[in-house]
């Protein structure tokens, strides 16, 4: 029998948005070394690694966590319909606190193609990892294994 590795549907959780944001924080560096040119290299590091929180932590991490929890008891389609429901109501809450406080949102659109492509990557890493999860209903241990029935004899 294979024996296959478990872990914790948070676990499964954590390594999505900790991996998501390893890998959005070099290409966010280049993609704003590129667009702003008199920036120091801390300041670049700074302003991607803000930027990758914001992506893969404040709205990606509901976004899975929506998605993992649903898709215990539903289909995959519904898992992910539920976490890009989320995300919408995540970042709708945001842009509208952001313009009641004052702070100018017209520049804000300009990244929302990104930020979905972003949080998108995330769900589907997030799902798929997924499959490693063990159920709460299930045992620990695997099932043990029956003994071999005795062929009747024959008269």
């Known amino acids: 029998m294979k024996r296959q590795l478990t872990m914790p549907l948070s676990v499964a959780w954590l390594v999505a948005v900790v991996a998501s944001w390893l890998v959005t924080m070099p290409l966010l560096v280049l993609l704003i070394g590129l667009s702003v040119h008199h920036t120091s290299a801390g300041g670049l590091a ?24 649903v898709r215990r008891n ?19 809450f945001l842009y509208s606190y952001a313009a009641a406080a004052g702070v100018p949102v017209a520049g804000a659109w300009k990244a929302l193609l990104p930020l979905v492509v972003v949080t998108t990557a995330e769900l589907a890493a997030a799902l798929r990892l997924r499959r490693h999860c063990r159920e709460l209903d299930q045992p620990a241990s695997p099932p043990t294994e029956q003994p071999p029935e005795e062929p009747e004899a024959s008269a």
């Open 46 to 69: 700074g302003l991607a690694a803000l930027s990758a929180t914001f992506a893969c932590v404040i709205v990606g991490g509901p976004v899975t966590a929506v998605a993992l929890r």
């Open 74 to 92: 539903r289909s995959q389609r519904r898992a992910v319909l539920a976490g890009l429901a989320t995300g919408g109501v995540v970042l709708l």
